[in-house]
């Protein structure tokens, strides 16, 4: 399985295309900002999700967090384990983090995200202020 | 910009009904998104009511529908974070709807805020409240005086964090609430020889709050907040150009 290339939105949900199709969850910056998270509410495998809409929500602290969906797509497959350990977004989001697989509708919509490079600087930025 | 104080609304409910306020929150919430309304800061008092967030378990609710619906009690899922929570008269709600983005707040920096302004209100009437890094929400010693449990919708906060002036107590015994027993809930009524006046503390919250969120903050009536929201999106707009337009 080859991971395809890292985009991150300006929401801080990520897109990683492999061969399942689009897995998306939340970016480094965002898990590490948010702190542990105890409760992750996954969509439903079918769900068509809209970009910019919300898809999911991470709990952390007693705030819900609603996840905007970086791209459009049928939900194929949610990471179950999370469920049960909703921290692996903690301990490594790009990988066992992970909280949906999407099927890619529009590939341009990915041109409108950001790189793992852009979004360092995005967020260095919002950072400083 | 970084001159230019934002305009904040701030909308004193009185007693209001769940239900209607969390349909005025989410319209709010869609309306701010859009910089169609500024901050705006809800205070109310609601009905006897039990709530769960996303996560919350019915198996913190201790007593049978059956019983608390001939309370009047009623039940309701909530999309904020936390577990279950009881609402009711003699208990201040406080639902600020903000733009985190808009203030560089993070989430856990929302948080801390609200608990600081609690902290800050329960001394002003010589409370000395403190928070615990595993449990959210305001303590004095260990028993909890305000429950927290928020949402984030696009960078923009409701749900909010509720303070025990003077509730029926009685009442906490139908929950667990977040995992606590019930007789580790306090109030404002019970930790002092007299208990302050609803008004006072709004009126204190309200202080504390604006110290906290910088801002251009004025009254608005419920009924401008709950007729303006449904009729129409120009509504916020309009009604902050008035504002810049009146100074």
């Known amino acids: ?29 965002a898990a590490e900002a948010l702190g542990t998270i105890i409760y992750v509410e996954l969509p439903e495998v079918g769900d068509e999700v809209i970009k910019g809409e919300p898809f999911a929500a991470v709990e952390s602290g ?3 967090v609603e996840l905007p969906a970086p791209i459009s ?6 990471n179950e384990e999370l469920e049960d350990a909703p921290d692996l977004i903690n301990q490594d989001t ?27 600087l995005f967020v ?4 400083e202020g | 910009m970084t001159n230019d104080l934002q305009d904040g609304w701030i909308v004193n409910l009185g007693q209001a009904r769940y239900l209607e306020v969390l349909d005025l929150q989410r319209r709010l919430v869609e309306l701010r998104q859009g910089n169609f309304v500024p901050d705006t800061l809800l205070l109310v008092e609601h009905e006897p009511i039990i ?12 007593s049978h529908a059956e019983e608390l619906a001939s309370q009047g009690i009623k039940i309701q899922r909530v999309e904020r974070g936390g577990d279950v929570t009881y609402h009711g008269p003699g208990q201040l709600v406080v639902y600020p709807i903000v733009h985190l983005t808009q203030r560089n707040l993070s989430v856990r920096g929302f948080v801390d805020l609200l608990e600081e302004i609690i902290i800050q209100v329960l001394a002003d009437f010589g409370i000395q ?3 615990d890094p595993q449990h959210r929400g305001v303590w004095v010693e260990d028993l909890k005086v305000a429950a927290l449990g928020v949402a984030i919708r696009r960078w923009v906060s409701f749900h909010g964090i509720a303070l025990n002036v003077s509730p029926n107590m009685d009442h906490f015994c139908h929950i667990h609430p977040c995992e606590l027993r019930s007789e580790q809930v306090t109030s404002m009524a019970k930790l002092l020889r007299e208990t302050p006046s609803m008004e006072q503390v709004v009126q204190k919250v309200v ?5 906290h969120f910088p801002g251009r903050w004025r009254e608005i009536s419920p009924n401008e907040v709950f007729e303006g929201s449904r009729i129409k999106r120009e509504f916020g707009r309009t009604r902050t150009a008035g504002v810049v337009a009146s100074r």
Do not use: C, P
Request: aromatic content about 6%.
């Open chain 1, 1 to 29: 399985m080859t991971n395809g290339t890292l985009k991150i939105s300006q929401d801080h949900v990520y897109v990683q295309a492999n061969d399942d199709g689009a897995q998306v969850g939340i970016s480094d910056f």
């Open chain 1, 62 to 64: 007693k705030a819900s």
């Open chain 1, 73 to 78: 797509g049928k939900v194929l497959k949610v």
């Open chain 1, 94 to 120: 790009y990988g066992k983090g992970w909280i949906a697989a999407l099927a890619i509708e529009e590939v341009t919509e990915l041109d409108e995200l950001m790189s793992k490079a852009d979004y360092d």
């Open chain 1, 124 to 127: 260095a930025g919002a950072e």
């Open chain 2, 51 to 62: 709530t769960l967030g996303r996560r919350g378990s019915k198996d913190n609710i201790l």
């Open chain 2, 129 to 131: 409240a403190h928070r």
């Open chain 2, 207 to 211: 202080g504390r709050f604006v110290e």
